[in-house]
């Protein structure tokens, strides 16, 4: 039961990621995004947290995203997709962002070509998690949870 002052949670996907299940499944494994999405809402419940679901296909629809999040929300998860290595202006909006930032990604960009190697939103967030497949996100759900508890 999730309380009705719980902290709300932003979390956003970026392109290619409505393709999870489909697109190569070697490397994302077989769930669908909303596979993923309701184990984060689930992990949040249970965590006492609100979770708001966004999935963007474009940089200007995150960062408007992000901005909306500025004073509203209390932390963002975001996986950016490939826009992680390269997106300077999400860097900027997130660096707008006053609470708490996971990154996530489910395979480990530093085990893959080297122009995955750069992420331009790590500087900008608190932490992050890549490489646990269909756990990344819920593994994500209990950091912000955790970094919102020291925060009280
Ligand atoms: C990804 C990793 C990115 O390099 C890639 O472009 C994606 C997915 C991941 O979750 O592993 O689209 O963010």
């Known amino acids: 039961m999730v309380k009705a002052d719980a902290q709300t949670v932003l979390v956003l996907s970026g392109p290619n990621l409505n393709l999870l ?22 992990t949040a419940q249970h965590l006492g ?10 940089v200007a629809e995150l960062v ?11 932390a963002i998860i975001i996986n950016p997709g490939a826009l992680t290595h390269f997106a300077w202006s999400l860097h900027d909006a997130l660096a707008s962002f006053a609470g708490p930032i996971v990154e996530v990604h489910l395979s480990n960009p530093a085990t893959r070509e080297t122009w ?9 967030a608190s932490g992050s998690i890549a490489g646990f497949g269909a756990d990344s996100y819920v593994f994500a759900v209990h950091a912000i949870a955790t970094l919102l508890a020291k925060k009280k």
Do not use: F, N
Not at 21 to 31: K, L, V
Not at 64 to 74: D, I, L, N
């Open 116 to 124: 995955r190697h750069e992420s331009v939103v790590a500087p900008v």
């Open 64 to 74: 408007t995203a992000v901005h909306s999040a500025r004073g509203r929300c209390a």
């Open 49 to 58: 947290l609100q979770i708001e679901i966004i999935s963007a296909q474009g």
């Open 21 to 42: 299940g489909q697109r190569q499944p070697e490397i994302y494994g077989t769930d669908s995004l909303d596979d993923h999405m309701q184990r984060v809402v689930q």
